[in-house]
């Protein structure tokens, strides 16, 4: 933009000099008062608008001194000094044509020679007259851009009155009939029945119908064809083949593919996921607007539902760079966002957002400064995958049965230690099982201090364990100290025990569920500060688990490397309690106790500490056993309390509780309710997850082969490009819309909401996805006017407007603009649901007339642009594949799931793969697009190569010989008539029941000459090509 | 806007009628499309904007990025230089920002050639001997320093993907003069050694109908799909079937008599059945005579696959196939010109793999007269640097900011060189040329206006020179 000033500039100087006269000066002064004095302001008021004010009408801007004597196509509008030299002059006195203002009345005659006086004057300006000029002449966008058809709130419009009623099935046809009556068009008569039921299975489910389904619905219209032909569409509406069919224009127009295209086109396994959105969304007639606001934020607007986050693969499906330089990074990410942006623009709001990148868009009234506010909305958004439950809907219903049992196991055994515990300990201190009296191995220290370096959180359980909650912090070193009265210890034991609350349960709180113990080290001293604090030595260290023998043993945990090597129990050990012990070389104590320090080190692994941890100690004589009975310390100190106490009352409440809680362990009966109550909780449903890809902010990005020189994905800034040129930033931008789609003094303000406290994203998504769909101050009524026409297209071959993608200035105006709205209109009052607006068309009149030519009527309309006939179409390249599989009864329907490039997949072809690079080329030959760009209408073309495919290809070969298995059992003239009805829905005449009997009879004799045992077979696949290859098998009319 | 308005006003028969009689002109085509009426004419022969020099193309497409100033650049200073470092070098110029060596003279001898006096790499022994009928152009430059985006660039005129390629243009603008072979093909590396990176989009049409990408005619195996018959059916066999066919979808149009497609659709099974025999015979280098086969190197293992390509290149063009393209070379690094390691390894190897088959093709080509009407292109999708990237055996990284082009055959004003880079051939330095520039020459040469060309699109009317591209006329007779 510098240099644009500065071309100015000196072009002013220039003029100026060449007008120097020695009163230069004092005129200038005088002209200036006379722009003060309302030739400043009428040029506001009465030219501005059309001359720099948003539009530039004649090439001429006269919002500044310079613009204006630069001038516009037809030269300079003023040449200071003299008025009537001057062409502005000229124009305002209608002296010469085109008078000016072009709208609007003659300006008043003094004002006209106010005019001329200022020119004579030398035409100074006081001001410019735009304020925005001041920063460069951006493009304005101003309420007459706003009344362009397209961007005007839906007109509705009462249903125009039409001659022959009888005629109208409904007020579509209403539309349709008046504007045919005002060209003195008939109508063609309704199509017959047969051609009717294919078209509509064609149009809707991309199938055609079955022998038996045509002759049932030939019966049912012989009695009523009205209920018949309502039945028949309910039911293909209701079928899952519809969002099959209806999936796949929406695909087009959203460039979806499973790869990246450009250098290694590198698969997105996981983006198959939209494509199932899409079908699934279909299917269930999600409301359109629902459609559009997930595909834009749903992460953000319903995060819990897998259907949203699948639907958010629309803004990641477009093509992206596998390898980029450093020099590429910040240029392929505006690319990027570009292409999210473009691609929503054109698919949901038929507009060309992405012209404006370079430049203020040279049609319509979207300024470059519009485009990078709206691109602003994806900064942060990029691929991701996450695992996400695909059925929350299970998952919480198996929860919910599963609580139901847990609740009441729970409460049993509560009750159980109500009602029980309490005489169970009564009786279990007065007479005490051999077992439990004092006879066990191992002493659990539970009546410790233990803490944290790093402030790890620890919480004792009733077992003697402490589970670690809070921060995991990356490395750790716990001091844990007790007294004892023991001498003569021989071992330590330390367990890593499961716990629900750590990932894949633990032992550890790595992510993998691993811990790495690196180094341990206990300390003694005696209890009356008669002797120092010494180390003590352990050896034998023995293991239930251990990750390897060499850098993750128990043994590594007391070697002499204290950080690196530490035991470690992946690959076998996860999930499981694991336990480690360790004998002293002495027996270690002293008779009036002792204080244990035991210090235990985690450096080894990032955040890979103990979950939860539990400490013994033994007397055992060596070897000292892995495993045996243990009993909690506090027990035995409660114990030994206890036993001096002549009943329970006189225990604290507390002291009492915690007594009952450390005898509960000791006691068979509530171990054996408690181990029920553990193994339910083990038991407890998880969420099947799979990995999705979405688009979204703050998750690990997608790998990508540039992260190793740095790639950073995406840059949290938008700038202002001069040119779209990454290099050549300006200002950084805040989140808008399109001004020319925002209505009613309505700022961005009210429909970026503040984002909710759990907001992980920046909610900037959510605030277009209101936009968009805000019918009153937004982009609802274009977004409703572009769906409604994709629909009326794909029902009649052409649209309302015939440039779907384009509804802007350079597109097409709606043939019957009137039908649009109240199509539009139908829309939003049915909730935004496409079934109930699909069944009104296909029930009118003129979708249901015959494809019948007519000369008469050519001539008046040739492109029937006002619907007098059905225009018979090509079918699509999915619908020619998939019926073809279907009459040779190869049809695969199983729905959903990761595509296959395999081109003899029998699945219908919208889960094909879609790898960029690798096409498959029967689609391709049918003009299926490339996905690179969205497409809102398919080329039909005619080339040799499909009829090639027709004659050779091996899937049609295949099908071919698959239906002629069927034939095989008739004989051949009832062969040649299912052979008929089977693919094209109606029995041969006879000419061509002759015509085919003579030619299988032939090729059947040919194939014998050559010695083929399978001749009849052959000869009748020979005739199930021919079939294949007929018109009528892929025009529908 | 006014043959627009003036076809609009044609009816349906009258618009058909006048593209059957091969009077369709450029940017119909849209029109017909959004009509819904396109059918199989629209690789009908179609006039160009003015006379045209040359009327099919064949591009040498030097994959992966051949070195200037080892092979056509001769810069004697660089020589004198060697070893010195390139002050001021940015060291994200290449793809390796950590292994930038010093200046680095090129390991081959340059000699000079014919009346004009070129000097040329001693890699090319014969195509040096047709330096007075080449158009150097030594000032390309490119827009991006990697390959995929480069290649975009050199066959789509963006560095994006998803853009018509130069042949989907030229086939969009002129149609086909074949009825029986694709009107554009492409040959890559038959040796295993992979795709150009991008693969198939470097032949896309974008979002021009796919009638007009490029036919990628398979190194191994079945060169296109579906041309054979069932191996169960015998000639007559098909006959017959293709016979019955036509009785039955005859009958059918008999009904609905002005339905044009239909009869459209007839015809192109017709065509498809003269295919099948046509494109093997295309194929069929081995049906010509021993010197000529000679001429080419088919006798020569180094080069015998090239050859091949060559030879099939001249008899396609011969039977009417507007735009051949064959890539020397396939993947990156050792395998196509992307002499990273080893340049003069690399680049003695991919020399010998071209130089004697290309240079035959120019000759046989001018001996049957057909060089005047054919315009061949050599080049990549962009140069190398001229320091040395750090190796064992020295190579050279990528260089958006310089690389040559020849051109040969209609319209080339022959032994002429246009352009120069700096004197160690870093940077084209005088009459810069960008690949729209490129672009708008080639089809200038085929005898259409780049700016006229366009197909609109989402509300666009785009072309191959987007916003740019200026005709060089300096190497156009």
Same mark, same amino acid.
């Given at each position: 933009?510098?240099?644009?000033?500065?071309?100015?500039?000196?072009?002013?100087?220039?003029?100026?000099?060449?007008?120097?006269?020695?009163?230069?000066?004092?005129?200038?002064?005088?002209?200036?008062?006379?722009?003060?004095?309302?030739?400043?302001?009428?040029?506001?008021?009465?030219?501005?608008?059309?001359?720099?004010?948003?539009?530039?009408?004649?090439?001429?801007?006269?919002?500044?001194?310079?613009?204006?004597?630069?001038?516009?196509?037809?030269?300079?509008?003023?040449?200071?000094?003299?008025?009537?030299?001057?062409?502005?002059?000229?124009?305002?006195?209608?002296?010469?044509?085109?008078?000016?203002?072009?709208?609007?009345?003659?300006?008043? #005659?003094?004002?006209? #020679?106010? +005019?001329?006086?200022?020119?004579?004057?030398?035409?100074?300006?006081?001001?410019?007259?735009? %304020?925005?000029?001041?920063?460069?002449? /951006?493009?304005?966008?101003?309420?007459?851009?706003?009344?362009?058809?397209?961007?005007?709130?839906?007109?509705?419009?009462?249903?125009?009155?039409?001659?022959?009623?009888?005629?109208?099935?409904?007020?579509?046809?209403?539309?349709?009939?008046?504007?045919?009556?005002?060209?003195?068009?008939?109508?063609?008569?309704?199509?017959?029945?047969?051609?009717?039921?294919?078209?509509?299975?064609?149009?809707?489910?991309?199938?055609?119908?079955?022998?038996?389904?045509?002759?049932?619905?030939?019966?049912?219209? %012989?009695?009523?064809?009205?209920?018949?032909?309502?039945?028949?569409?309910?039911?293909?509406?209701?079928?899952?083949?519809?969002?099959?069919?209806?999936?796949?224009?929406?695909?087009?127009?959203?460039?979806?593919?499973?790869?990246?295209?450009?250098?290694?086109?590198?698969?997105?396994?996981?983006?198959?996921?939209?494509?199932? +959105?899409?079908?699934?969304?279909?299917?269930?007639?999600?409301?359109?607007?629902?459609?559009?606001?997930?595909?834009?934020?749903?992460?953000?607007?319903?995060?819990?539902?897998?259907? #949203?986050?699948?639907?958010?693969? +629309?803004?990641?499906?477009?093509?992206?760079?596998?390898?980029?330089?450093?020099?590429?990074?910040?240029? #392929?990410?505006?690319?990027?966002? %570009?292409?999210?942006?473009?691609?929503?623009?054109?698919?949901?709001?038929?507009?060309?957002?992405?012209?404006?990148?370079?430049?203020?868009?040279?049609?319509?009234?979207?300024?470059?400064?519009?485009?990078?506010?709206?691109?602003?909305?994806?900064?942060?958004?990029?691929?991701?995958?996450?695992?996400?439950?695909?059925?929350?809907?299970?998952?919480?219903?198996?929860?919910?049965?599963?609580?139901?049992?847990?609740?009441?196991?729970?409460?049993?055994?509560?009750?159980?230690?109500?009602?029980?515990?309490?005489?169970?300990?009564?009786?279990?201190?007065?007479?005490?099982?051999?077992?439990?009296?004092?006879?066990?191995?191992?002493?659990?220290?539970?009546?410790?201090?233990?803490?944290?370096?790093?402030?790890?959180?620890?919480?004792?359980?009733?077992?003697?364990?402490?589970?670690?909650?809070?921060?995991?912090?990356?490395?750790?070193?716990?001091?844990?100290?007790?007294?004892?009265?023991?001498?003569?210890?021989?071992?330590?034991?330390?367990?890593?025990?499961?716990?629900?609350?750590?990932?894949?349960?633990?032992?550890?709180?790595?992510?993998?569920?691993?811990?790495?113990?690196?180094?341990?080290?206990?300390?003694?001293?005696?209890?009356?500060?008669?002797?120092?604090?010494?180390?003590?030595?352990?050896?034998?260290?023995?293991?239930?688990?251990?990750?390897?023998?060499?850098?993750?043993?128990?043994?590594?945990?007391?070697?002499?490397?204290?950080?690196?090597?530490?035991?470690?129990?992946?690959?076998?050990?996860?999930?499981?309690?694991?336990?480690?012990?360790?004998?002293?070389?002495?027996?270690?104590?002293?008779?009036?106790?002792?204080?244990?320090?035991?210090?235990?080190?985690?450096?080894?692994?990032?955040?890979?500490?103990?979950?939860?941890?539990?400490?013994?100690?033994?007397?055992?004589?060596?070897?000292?056993?892995?495993?045996?009975?243990?009993?909690?310390?506090?027990?035995?100190?409660?114990?030994?309390?206890?036993?001096?106490?002549?009943?329970?009352? /006189?225990?604290?409440?507390?002291?009492?509780?915690?007594?009952?809680?450390?005898?509960?362990?000791?006691?068979?009966?509530?171990?054996?309710? %408690?181990?029920?109550?553990?193994?339910?909780?083990?038991?407890?449903?998880?969420?099947?997850?799979?990995?999705?890809?979405?688009?979204?902010?703050?998750?690990?990005?997608?790998?990508?082969?540039?992260?190793?020189?740095?790639?950073?994905?995406?840059?949290?800034?938008?700038?202002?490009?001069?040119?779209?040129?990454?290099?050549?930033?300006?200002?950084?931008?805040?989140?808008?819309?399109?001004?020319?789609?925002?209505?009613?003094?309505?700022?961005?303000?009210?429909?970026?909401?503040?984002?909710?406290?759990?907001?992980?994203?920046?909610?900037?998504?959510?605030?277009?996805?209101?936009?968009?769909?805000?019918?009153?101050?937004?982009?609802?009524?274009?977004?409703?006017?572009?769906?409604?026409?994709?629909?009326?297209?794909?029902?009649?071959?052409?649209?309302?407007?015939?440039?779907?993608?384009?509804?802007?200035?350079?597109?097409?105006?709606?043939?019957?603009?009137?039908?649009?709205?109240?199509?539009?209109?139908?829309?939003?009052?049915?909730?935004?649901?496409?079934?109930?607006?699909?069944?009104?068309?296909?029930?009118?009149?003129?979708?249901?007339?015959?494809?019948?030519?007519?000369?008469?009527?050519?001539?008046?309309?040739?492109?029937?642009?006002?619907?007098?006939?059905?225009?018979?179409?090509?079918?699509?390249?999915?619908?020619?594949?998939?019926?073809?599989?279907?009459?040779?009864?190869?049809?695969?329907?199983?729905?959903?799931?990761?595509?296959?490039?395999?081109?003899?997949?029998?699945?219908?072809?919208?889960?094909?793969?879609?790898?960029?690079?690798?096409?498959?080329?029967?689609?391709?030959?049918?003009?299926?697009? /490339?996905?690179?760009?969205?497409?809102?209408?398919?080329?039909?073309?005619?080339?040799?190569?499909?009829?090639?495919?027709?004659?050779?290809?091996?899937?049609?070969?295949?099908?071919?010989?698959?239906?002629?298995?069927?034939?095989?059992?008739?004989?051949?003239?009832?062969?040649?008539?299912?052979?008929?009805?089977?693919?094209?829905?109606?029995?041969?005449?006879?000419?061509?029941?002759?015509?085919?009997?003579?030619?299988?009879?032939?090729?059947?004799?040919?194939?014998?000459?050559?010695?083929?045992?399978?001749?009849?077979?052959?000869?009748?696949?020979?005739?199930?090509?021919?079939?294949?290859?007929?018109?009528?098998?892929?025009?529908?009319? | 806007?006014?043959?627009?308005?003036?076809?609009?006003?044609?009816?349906?028969?009258?618009?058909?009628?006048?593209?059957?009689?091969?009077?369709?002109?450029?940017?119909?085509?849209?029109?017909?499309?959004?009509?819904?009426?396109?059918?199989?004419?629209?690789?009908?022969?179609?006039?160009?904007?003015?006379?045209?020099?040359?009327?099919?193309?064949?591009?040498?497409?030097?994959?992966?990025?051949?070195?200037?100033?080892?092979?056509?650049?001769?810069?004697?200073?660089?020589?004198?230089?060697?070893?010195?470092?390139?002050?001021?070098?940015?060291?994200?110029?290449?793809?390796?920002?950590?292994?930038?060596?010093?200046?680095?003279?090129?390991?081959?001898?340059?000699?000079?050639?014919?009346?004009?006096?070129?000097?040329?790499?001693?890699?090319?022994?014969?195509?040096?001997?047709?330096?007075?009928?080449?158009?150097?152009?030594?000032?390309?430059?490119?827009?991006?320093?990697?390959?995929?985006?480069?290649?975009?660039?050199?066959?789509?005129?963006?560095?994006?993907?998803?853009?018509?390629?130069?042949?989907?243009?030229?086939?969009?603008?002129?149609?086909?003069?074949?009825?029986?072979?694709?009107?554009?093909?492409?040959?890559?590396?038959?040796?295993?050694?992979?795709?150009?990176?991008?693969?198939?989009?470097?032949?896309?049409?974008?979002?021009?109908?796919?009638?007009?990408?490029?036919?990628?005619?398979?190194?191994?195996?079945?060169?296109?799909?579906?041309?054979?018959?069932?191996?169960?059916?015998?000639?007559?066999?098909?006959?017959?079937?293709?016979?019955?066919?036509?009785?039955?979808?005859?009958?059918?149009?008999?009904?609905?008599?002005?339905?044009?497609?239909?009869?459209?659709?007839?015809?192109?099974?017709?065509?498809?059945?003269?295919?099948?025999?046509?494109?093997?015979?295309?194929?069929?280098?081995?049906?010509?005579?021993?010197?000529?086969?000679?001429?080419?190197?088919?006798?020569?293992?180094?080069?015998?696959?090239?050859?091949?390509?060559?030879?099939?290149?001249?008899?396609?063009?011969?039977?009417?196939?507007?735009?051949?393209?064959?890539?020397?070379?396939?993947?990156?690094?050792?395998?196509?010109?992307?002499?990273?390691?080893?340049?003069?390894?690399?680049?003695?190897?991919?020399?010998?793999?071209?130089?004697?088959?290309?240079?035959?093709?120019?000759?046989?080509?001018?001996?049957?007269?057909?060089?005047?009407?054919?315009?061949?292109?050599?080049?990549?999708?962009?140069?190398?640097?001229?320091?040395?990237?750090?190796?064992?055996?020295?190579?050279?990284?990528?260089?958006?900011?310089?690389?040559?082009?020849?051109?040969?055959?209609?319209?080339?004003?022959?032994?002429?060189?246009?352009?120069?880079?700096?004197?160690?051939?870093?940077?084209?330095?005088?009459?810069?040329?960008?690949?729209?520039?490129?672009?708008?020459?080639?089809?200038?040469?085929?005898?259409?206006?780049?700016?006229?060309?366009?197909?609109?699109?989402?509300?666009?009317?785009?072309?191959?020179?987007?916003?740019?591209?200026?005709?060089?006329?300096?190497?156009?007779?």
């Amino acid at each position: 933009m510098a240099l644009f000033i500065a071309m100015l500039t000196s072009v002013s100087i220039g003029l100026a000099q060449a007008e120097v006269t020695p009163d230069h000066a004092k005129r200038m002064a005088k002209g200036l008062a006379i722009f003060r004095d309302g030739v400043g302001q009428a040029m506001k008021q009465r030219c501005v608008k059309c001359h720099g004010g948003g539009k530039i009408r004649g090439e001429l801007d006269i919002t500044t001194r310079n613009l204006l004597l630069k001038g516009g196509s037809e030269g300079p509008a003023v040449v200071p000094g003299s008025a009537k030299a001057s062409r502005l002059f000229r124009l305002i006195s209608h002296v010469e044509k085109p008078h000016m203002p072009a709208k609007g009345e003659k300006l008043p #005659a003094g004002l006209i #020679a106010k +005019f001329a006086e200022w020119i004579d004057m030398g035409a100074p300006y006081g001001e410019v007259l735009l %304020d925005s000029k001041l920063a460069g002449g /951006e493009m304005q966008i101003t309420d007459s851009d706003r009344e362009y058809w397209a961007f005007v709130p839906l007109k509705m419009t009462s249903v125009p009155k039409v001659k022959n009623s009888q005629w109208v099935s409904n007020e579509i046809d209403h539309f349709v009939l008046s504007k045919l009556e005002a060209a003195g068009l008939q109508p063609n008569n309704p199509a017959q029945h047969r051609a009717l039921l294919r078209r509509l299975y064609f149009d809707i489910i991309g199938l055609p119908p079955a022998p038996e389904e045509v002759a049932n619905f030939l019966a049912a219209a %012989d009695g009523n064809p009205r209920a018949a032909l309502e039945s028949v569409v309910d039911q293909l509406l209701n079928s899952p083949h519809y969002g099959e069919r209806w999936g796949r224009h929406w695909l087009d127009l959203a460039r979806y593919a499973d790869s990246f295209g450009f250098e290694q086109d590198t698969d997105r396994n996981h983006a198959y996921h939209y494509r199932d +959105f899409v079908i699934k969304a279909l299917n269930n007639d999600m409301p359109y607007n629902q459609f559009v606001r997930w595909q834009i934020a749903g992460d953000e607007i319903a995060p819990e539902n897998p259907l #949203a986050l699948m639907a958010t693969g +629309f803004l990641g499906a477009g093509v992206f760079p596998t390898q980029l330089t450093e020099k590429e990074f910040e240029s #392929a990410r505006y690319d990027e966002l %570009d292409d999210m942006v473009g691609t929503m623009g054109t698919a949901m709001l038929g507009m060309t957002i992405g012209c404006a990148r370079c430049h203020d868009h040279k049609f319509d009234p979207i300024p470059t400064r519009d485009y990078y506010r709206l691109i602003t909305t994806f900064a942060t958004t990029i691929r991701s995958e996450i695992d996400v439950d695909l059925n929350p809907e299970v998952t919480k219903a198996d929860l919910a049965k599963w609580q139901v049992v847990h609740d009441k196991l729970a409460a049993g055994l509560a009750r159980w230690e109500k009602e029980s515990l309490r005489e169970r300990l009564v009786a279990w201190v007065k007479n005490p099982p051999a077992e439990s009296a004092g006879k066990f191995e191992w002493l659990v220290l539970d009546d410790l201090k233990i803490k944290s370096l790093n402030g790890a959180v620890f919480k004792r359980q009733g077992d003697g364990s402490f589970l670690l909650t809070g921060n995991n912090p990356k490395d750790d070193r716990w001091v844990i100290t007790t007294e004892l009265k023991s001498k003569a210890l021989t071992g330590i034991r330390i367990e890593a025990l499961a716990h629900e609350s750590m990932k894949h349960n633990g032992p550890g709180r790595a992510d993998n569920g691993n811990f790495a113990l690196s180094d341990i080290r206990v300390f003694i001293e005696s209890l009356d500060g008669g002797s120092k604090r010494v180390a003590v030595k352990l050896t034998n260290p023995q293991t239930t688990f251990e990750q390897n023998k060499e850098g993750l043993s128990v043994a590594s945990s007391i070697d002499a490397d204290k950080k690196k090597t530490g035991w470690a129990v992946d690959q076998g050990g996860i999930g499981k309690d694991q336990t480690a012990v360790f004998e002293f070389a002495e027996p270690v104590g002293f008779a009036d106790g002792v204080k244990l320090t035991v210090e235990l080190d985690f450096f080894t692994n990032t955040s890979h500490t103990i979950g939860r941890p539990r400490l013994a100690i033994t007397r055992h004589p060596k070897p000292v056993p892995l495993k045996g009975s243990a009993q909690v310390a506090s027990v035995t100190k409660l114990r030994a309390a206890f036993k001096d106490a002549d009943n329970l009352d /006189e225990f604290s409440e507390k002291d009492l509780q915690m007594l009952l809680r450390a005898y509960r362990t000791l006691d068979r009966e509530w171990l054996k309710r %408690d181990a029920k109550l553990k193994a339910h909780l083990a038991a407890k449903p998880k969420p099947q997850t799979t990995k999705v890809q979405i688009s979204s902010e703050g998750y690990k990005p997608m790998k990508h082969h540039a992260d190793g020189r740095g790639f950073p994905h995406f840059y949290k800034h938008v700038h202002l490009l001069r040119r779209g040129d990454s290099r050549q930033k300006q200002e950084k931008m805040m989140q808008g819309f399109l001004r020319v789609l925002m209505r009613g003094a309505k700022d961005e303000e009210k429909w970026q909401q503040p984002k909710p406290n759990w907001a992980r994203t920046s909610f900037r998504r959510k605030a277009l996805a209101n936009w968009l769909t805000d019918i009153d101050h937004g982009a609802g009524p274009l977004l409703a006017r572009v769906i409604v026409n994709r629909l009326w297209k794909h029902h009649f071959g052409r649209g309302i407007v015939n440039t779907p993608n384009d509804f802007g200035l350079q597109g097409e105006v709606p043939t019957h603009p009137e039908l649009l709205d109240f199509l539009a209109g139908e829309l939003i009052n049915s909730g935004w649901r496409l079934k109930p607006l699909h069944k009104k068309i296909v029930m009118s009149y003129v979708y249901g007339q015959s494809a019948d030519f007519s000369q008469d009527k050519s001539q008046v309309d040739a492109e029937n642009r006002l619907y007098w006939r059905c225009t018979p179409r090509r079918l699509e390249a999915e619908p020619i594949r998939d019926s073809l599989l279907k009459v040779s009864g190869l049809l695969d329907t199983t729905m959903f799931g990761k595509g296959t490039l395999d081109p003899l997949m029998k699945r219908r072809s919208i889960y094909f793969q879609i790898k960029r690079s690798k096409l498959i080329p029967t689609m391709q030959l049918f003009d299926s697009p /490339e996905p690179l760009v969205g497409q809102g209408a398919r080329p039909s073309t005619i080339i040799s190569p499909q009829a090639l495919m027709f004659m050779n290809n091996a899937q049609i070969r295949a099908a071919a010989m698959s239906l002629a298995g069927k034939l095989e059992t008739e004989v051949n003239s009832q062969a040649v008539m299912v052979g008929y009805q089977t693919v094209i829905g109606r029995a041969p005449s006879l000419r061509e029941k002759q015509a085919t009997l003579v030619f299988i009879s032939k090729q059947e004799e040919s194939y014998c000459e050559v010695g083929r045992n399978d001749a009849r077979k052959l000869a009748l696949a020979d005739f199930a090509q021919v079939l294949f290859g007929l018109n009528e098998f892929v025009y529908v009319n | 806007m006014d043959e627009i308005r003036e076809i609009k006003n044609l009816t349906r028969r009258a618009m058909l009628q006048r593209c059957g009689m091969g009077m369709g002109s450029l940017g119909l085509w849209s029109l017909l499309q959004q009509e819904g009426l396109a059918g199989q004419r629209t690789l009908a022969p179609k006039h160009p904007h003015f006379a045209p020099k040359a009327k099919s193309v064949i591009w040498i497409f030097t994959n992966g990025g051949p070195s200037q100033v080892d092979t056509w650049d001769y810069k004697p200073a660089l020589a004198k230089r060697d070893g010195q470092t390139l002050d001021g070098f940015d060291r994200f110029t290449g793809f390796f920002a950590n292994s930038v060596g010093g200046l680095m003279k090129s390991p081959f001898e340059f000699k000079q050639y014919g009346q004009c006096g070129k000097h040329v790499s001693s890699i090319f022994p014969r195509l040096a001997k047709q330096v007075d009928r080449m158009a150097f152009i030594h000032s390309g430059h490119t827009e991006s320093n990697n390959h995929s985006p480069a290649l975009f660039m050199m066959n789509c005129g963006l560095p994006r993907m998803g853009y018509p390629c130069v042949g989907s243009w030229v086939t969009y603008g002129l149609g086909s003069s074949s009825d029986s072979l694709p009107a554009f093909v492409v040959m890559s590396d038959p040796k295993g050694r992979g795709l150009p990176k991008g693969h198939a989009a470097n032949w896309g049409a974008g979002y021009l109908p796919s009638v007009y990408q490029g036919t990628h005619f398979r190194p191994t195996g079945d060169p296109i799909d579906n041309l054979y018959r069932p191996r169960e059916m015998n000639p007559d066999q098909q006959r017959r079937q293709l016979d019955l066919l036509r009785h039955l979808n005859q009958k059918h149009l008999d009904a609905n008599p002005y339905e044009e497609e239909l009869a459209a659709r007839i015809e192109s099974f017709e065509l498809a059945y003269r295919m099948q025999s046509a494109a093997p015979e295309a194929l069929a280098v081995d049906q010509e005579p021993k010197h000529i086969q000679k001429l080419y190197g088919l006798d020569d293992d180094k080069c015998k696959h090239i050859a091949s390509q060559c030879l099939t290149a001249r008899r396609m063009i011969e039977r009417g196939v507007r735009f051949v393209q064959i890539y020397s070379g396939g993947m990156e690094n050792q395998r196509s010109w992307d002499g990273h390691n080893d340049i003069k390894g690399n680049h003695s190897q991919f020399a010998a793999e071209t130089d004697k088959p290309v240079a035959g093709l120019i000759a046989d080509l001018a001996q049957r007269g057909l060089l005047n009407e054919t315009l061949i292109v050599w080049g990549g999708e962009f140069g190398r640097l001229p320091i040395a990237q750090k190796g064992s055996k020295p190579g050279r990284d990528h260089n958006p900011h310089a690389y040559t082009n020849w051109m040969v055959g209609g319209g080339i004003n022959g032994g002429v060189s246009y352009g120069e880079t700096d004197e160690i051939g870093h940077k084209a330095a005088v009459n810069k040329v960008t690949v729209n520039d490129l672009h708008a020459t080639i089809l200038h040469l085929l005898g259409m206006d780049h700016e006229r060309l366009t197909y609109r699109y989402n509300g666009r009317d785009f072309r191959l020179t987007d916003v740019a591209g200026k005709v060089i006329r300096e190497v156009t007779s």
